[in-house]
C-alpha cells in the first residue's frame, strides 16, 4: 500500500544532510513552506543551497535559515525585499554567495530539470553581466544565452491538500513554484493544510500528480501554532 504521509514533520526531513541543494516554493508569504524550514532549523543541516523566488524577509522562512546561519549559497530573483535584514547582513559579510537569476529564467531552469532537457535557450539576460562568460546564439534573428538546468536534493513545498499518494492541489497563487519544484527534486515533500481519501480529490483539479512526491505530512493551523509555543 503506497502511503506517504508522515506522522511529524521532523519526521519528514529526518534525512535531510549537510550540503544539501533544497528548493523552496513561495512568492513572498503565498506558498511558503514555513513550518517544513523551520523543521530544518532544528533537524540542524548546514552549508546548504537555497533555490527560490526570493531570500527570505522578517524572522520566519528562508529569513530564519539564514539568521541561524545555515545557508551557504542562495539562487533566487528577489535577494532584497522588505525587512530582508537577514540576508543583506550575511551577504555583506561575505557568509553568503548569491547567483542572480531572473525571475522568468528561473522558472524555466527548474522546468528544465524537472523535464529532462539538458539546458534551455532564453532572450532574458542577453548583453548584461547576467550573460558574461555564457554561451550565446542568434536564432531566427534574436540573440540568446544558454541557461542550463537546476537540480536539487529536496524541494521544500506547501500545497492546500493532498492525499496518502501524494496527488496534491494547491490554493490559488500559492501554487506559483510548487508545481516545477516537485518535478525537478530527488526527494519531494510537502506541508498540506488537508489530508483527502483517496478519490475525494477531483483528478481535474490535482497540479501535481503524486510520482513526483515523495513524502508529506499535515500542517493545520492548531499544529503549526503548537509548533511555535
Sequence with gaps: MINK????IAEAVADLHDGAA????????????????????????????IISNNAGSGETG??????ANRIRKVICTFPRMAASHHFEAR???????????????????????GS????????????????????TREIDG???????????????IKAQAGD?????????AARNFGPIMAMAARTTIVQVAELRELGELDPETIVT???????????????AAAAAA
Excluded: C
Design 5 to 8: 504521509i508522515k506522522g511529524s
Design 22 to 49: 533544497i528548493m523552496i516554493s513561495g512568492f513572498g508569504d503565498a506558498g511558503s513552506p514555513h513550518e517544513l524550514i523551520q523543521a530544518v532549523i532544528d533537524h540542524g543541516a548546514t552549508d546548504l543551497t
Design 62 to 67: 528562508i529569513a530564519a535559515l539564514l539568521k
Design 91 to 113: 551577504y555583506r559579510a561575505g557568509d553568503v554567495e548569491l547567483e542572480l537569476v531572473p525571475q522568468g529564467n528561473l522558472a524555466a531552469r527548474i522546468q528544465a530539470a
Design 116 to 135: 529532462g532537457l539538458g539546458a534551455v535557450y532564453t532572450p532574458t539576460g542577453y548583453g548584461t553581466l547576467l550573460a558574461e562568460g555564457k554561451e
Design 142 to 156: 534574436r540573440n540568446y544565452v544558454l541557461e542550463y538546468p537546476i537540480h536539487a536534493d529536496f524541494a521544500l
Design 164 to 172: 496518502r499518494w501524494g496527488n496534491l492541489v494547491y490554493r490559488k
Design 209 to 223: 500528480p503524486g510520482i513526483f512526491v515523495n513524502r508529506l505530512v499535515q500542517v493545520t493551523p492548531r499544529s
